[in-house]
């Protein structure tokens, strides 16, 4: 085992990493060998035994899956890794999101059998939205159908990246004992009861097959690297140091993915995907300097501990010790008791504690460095996103973007003496987690919780009862619904006076309502001759923004539409910003009461897994849940359905796909947007 850090860790000697993939495809057992093989942990745990080191929380270890991320540290060939173990769920894609904010590179497991899945593709989209560096690891080979070809494919097909296969499994299914590198044109065999690999010759029947993968990964990574194709031109092959800095350079840039295979419950594969880690997977020295903005200018921070210090706050945690914030230090250095600066609060924080975390446990540490992924204690107001920086050196970093809700319900404290306590356990909620929103319906007074999914708001009710034994009745889920414009109005006039002594209000304007081909809103001014000033117009842009909040169909907020500004006039005396602005949310409600408006109910892709037998069963009940199907496919024993079906009929489908299928069936769902409800329009 190459484990043990040196006393100082140099940055080039730091991978801060994420584990990404589908629900079940591994993530956690990867992890798992991780730290169990280079000596962090003495045994290895196991997912099903509930005895994993970063599925720690209760509900994780009865359910069985990931739902928060958790940050684990350890070290492999002098090199300290920074791992974080992040959810497979749709339902929790957001702490994906934040974490991916945050990694300079990733691994994605795949399962061998079932190859890219749905939501395997979402996270690969996000890590592709921060342009995190990433490796693939093709789990599972050891199960009935495993095929690293298949598998491989699947990536080029539905992920897009060339996949650089660098391995050739030595057996198939359950006779999988070890891999081939193809870099070293070395065999690697595990034996059952041993933790390392026994590094042999290549088996004399795989020779042949293991030389023409390797010319194959040769021409596919001369294809794609300058330097590689010049000394492939000139000896028409590639040196194996040659290859590995290609291999490095493509997952740099995202042109190709190297693609390992194992089998992490079954310990084989992981020591060859540690090296890959190492050696492919970029430090926070290889990243370009982050880049942040600070009164109107941009600036950047070099991955430096002697620079200025900067950090981003991704997770917020209450835990038995404290308000745990967890930070990326991109540049800078911060000891404990340092006073550092929330721009976003505009207020002082001082540092407690600062630790480094396993999971649930923590170390503490004197300071900490550019590079570094950390948690402190003593932070009062940063939230996840939150950028903290020196006082004398101000600075503000993008923060994650935060998904919108989609499911909602009412929650209340059964017994009322316990109403204070619900109230402050779900502001506490909302603080550790964004994607979870708390709101006061005006109308009913009921208090609604809002987030990703069922099992989402499931989690968060269960946690509540958990930290605080508040016990909850909770409604039925509702759904987020928007409104938009199919046919809009030209020239609307609307003229906004109001004299009640003292100064009045006046503001005279002209709109142009029309559908906007997508989300959002568009505001635009055709105003000429300086009939409306510029800042007026920036009040009645504001204004209509106030009125996109209700809809006329139903009081949901309003989306996909352009307004434009073509006319207006102004009173010497009586016009003024809050005026125009007044007009401008007056004047849109007016408009929108005008157009003709459609309600817009969330729809889901959903994916289906059933046994063959169950397929059309299941295709009846997705067709009475108003289903739509887009695509199957058949493998021995089993199909797979994929079928866009609107959110609101999705509640209580699992429960309903367990009793067709009497308990075979599994499946996914993961957001696509938003389409028509039927029967919803008004024509004026």
Known sequence: MRTGLPLTTPLSAVR???????????????TERFLYLTGSTHKRGEVHDGTTVTDFDPQERDRGITIFAAAVTCAWDGHRINLIDTPGHV????????????????????????????????????????GVPRIAFVNK????????????????????????????????????????????????????????????????????????????LEEAVAELHPGALEEFYDGSALSAETLRTALRDLTRTGEGVVVLCGSAYRNRGIEPLLDAVVAYLPSPSDVPPVRGTYDGGEQERAADPQLPFAALAFKVSATATGRLTYLRIYSGTIEKGDTVWDPGARRTERIGRIL??????HERLDRAVAGDIVAVIGLKSARAGSTLCAPDAPLVLEPPTVADPVVSVAVEARRSTDTDRLTSALARLAEEDPSLTVRTDGETGQTVLSGMGELHLEVAVEK???????????GRPRVAYRETVVRGVSGMVFRHVKQDGGAGQFAHIVLDVEPLDGPGFEFRSAVVGGRVPQEYVRSVEAGCRDALTEGPIGGFPVTGL????????????????????????????????????VLLEPVVEVTVTVPEDAVGGVLGDLAARRGRVTGSTARTGSATVTATVPLAELFGYAT???????????????PTGYAPAPGAVTVR
């Not at 590198?181 to 009861?193: E, F, I, P, Y």
């Not at 602005?581 to 408009?591: D, K, P, Q, V």
């Not at 309903?656 to 993961?670: D, E, I, K």
């Open 562 to 597: 352009r307004v434009t500004l073509t006319d207006g006039a102004t009173h010497v005396k009586d016009s003024s910003e809050q005026a125009f602005r007044t007009a401008g949310r007056l004047g849109l409600r007016e408009a929108l009461r005008a157009c003709t408006t």
């Open 141 to 216: 080979l050891d199960r009935t159908g495993a095929d690293l070809d298949t598998a491989g494919a699947s990536i080029r097909e539905r992920l897009h990246p060339a996949p650089l296969v660098v391995q050739l499994p030595i057996g198939t299914e359950a006779g999988f004992t070890g891999v081939v590198d193809l870099l070293r044109m070395r065999a690697l065999v595990w034996t059952d009861g041993e933790d390392t690999a026994e590094e042999l010759p290549v088996p004399e029947d795989l020779l042949e097959e293991a030389r023409r993968r390797r010319r194959l």
């Open 464 to 474: 509540i009862r958990q930290a605080t034994g508040v016990e909850v009745n909770v």
């Open 16 to 30: 801060n990493l994420g584990i990404l993939a589908h629900v079940d495809a591994g993530k956690t057992t990867v």
């Open 656 to 670: 309903r796909l367990r009793s067709r299928t009497q308990g075979r069936g599994t499946f996914t769902a993961r």
């Open 91 to 130: 339902d929790f894609a957001d702490e994906v999101e934040r974490s991916l904010r945050v990694l300079d590179g990733a691994i994605a497991v795949f399962d061998a059998v079932a190859g890219v899945e749905p939501q395997s593709e979402s996270v690969w989209r996000q890590a592709d939205r921060y």
């Open 356 to 361: 480094r975390v396993q999971a649930d446990r």
